[in-house]
């Protein structure tokens, strides 16, 4: 962003474009003819001579300089900063082997639960500002992958890191929520809140979902739980006798009621999605029920350039006077 910060001296620029015109015009009217020889065009001119021609160049280029140092050109950057403190959010996202099951389509592509979380998540995290994530991933055990951050763009980035089995081939939800919990404390808020979505049964871990659910209450952390993919079978690719891909269905449960209960106890809501879409809105549901409000700070900070000019003014100034009054002094 370039701006002059006293715009108004550059009007001296007029007034001298003005004196300048009103030079011209007079230096066309000739009151005295004086008699001159024919060949002293021929003549060659010395160094002094050409220089004073340029002479009176030199004070109006320095004017010129001067007035628009005295204008002060500026070129400013703007920055901005949050001041509202936001929520503290953690995702806590099931990586289990029931996670590859192949019951969600993006694009008429088939595409894994996971691999259609993560783009709806990725959607969710860009429509927040100003608030802290976190993310927790959990199979048979729960870690935390990314403490609370408002770097959104690493958030992302872990985000498609993530892989199927990377914490184990079980479920333990009780787990995640403690870890979760433990992360939401490393950062004072006013409103802390979990996202937990799984796919299975809690069938893992050291602490029970109910009394992980009993703790956040207590803690004042509220839950909400989503439910991901349709029971019964679904259908994961696996190889074959010969080492090929090939289809085979397998049972997959969620305990709804557990969900249910974890989100009940935490003053959180319960959500089912089967498929991209109910999943998208689900996410948008809660973008809404959490909205912050950003309080950001906006201010331009700018770089003075008049010395570029003034320098330069001032030198050709000394330069024509020190000529003027000198080796190229003119008498009337």
Do not use: H
Request: glycine share 6%.
């Amino acid at each position: 962003m370039f701006r002059f910060a006293s715009p108004l001296f550059l009007i001296l620029l007029l007034v001298l474009l003005v004196i300048l015109l009103i030079k011209v015009k007079q230096g066309e009217k000739i009151n005295l003819k004086v008699s001159r020889l024919s060949f002293e065009d021929d003549l060659p001119k010395s160094f002094f001579v050409t220089l004073s021609r340029v002479l009176v160049s030199l004070k109006y280029i320095a004017l010129i300089l001067l007035i628009i140092g005295m204008a002060r050109p500026q070129s400013g950057t703007q920055k901005s900063e949050i001041t509202s403190k936001g929520i503290n959010i953690i995702l806590a996202l099931d990586l289990s082997e029931s996670m590859a099951a192949l019951d969600f389509k993006k694009d008429n592509q088939i595409v894994t639960r996971l691999d259609a979380v993560k783009n709806v998540v990725k959607d969710f995290i860009i429509k927040r500002s100003g608030d802290r994530i976190g993310m927790v991933v959990f199979g048979s055990n729960a870690f935390t992958q990314l403490p609370l951050t408002r770097d959104y763009n690493t958030i992302s980035f872990m985000l498609s890191k993530l892989r199927i089995g990377a914490a184990g081939p079980s479920t333990a939800i009780g787990d995640a929520i403690g870890i979760s919990l433990k992360r939401l404390k490393d950062v004072k808020s006013k409103s802390n809140i979990i996202i937990l979505l799984t796919d299975g049964k809690s069938n893992s871990g050291e602490i029970k979902p109910e009394i992980a659910a009993d703790i956040a209450r207590e803690q004042k952390v509220k839950i909400y739980t989503i439910g991901v993919g349709s029971r019964g079978k679904a259908p994961f690719l696996v190889k074959n006798v010969f080492g090929r891909d090939q289809y085979a269905y397998q049972r997959v449960d969620i305990d709804i009621d557990m969900l249910k209960l974890i989100a009940s106890k935490t003053n959180g809501e319960f959500f089912k999605a089967e498929n991209i879409k109910s999943l998208d809105q689900i996410y948008n549901m809660i973008d809404k029920l959490e909205k912050t409000e950003v309080k950001v700070k906006k201010w331009i900070e700018y770089k003075e350039y008049y010395l570029y000019f003034l320098i330069p003014a001032l030198i050709l100034l000394c330069i024509y006077i020190l000529l003027s009054n000198t080796r190229l002094m003119r008498i009337p």
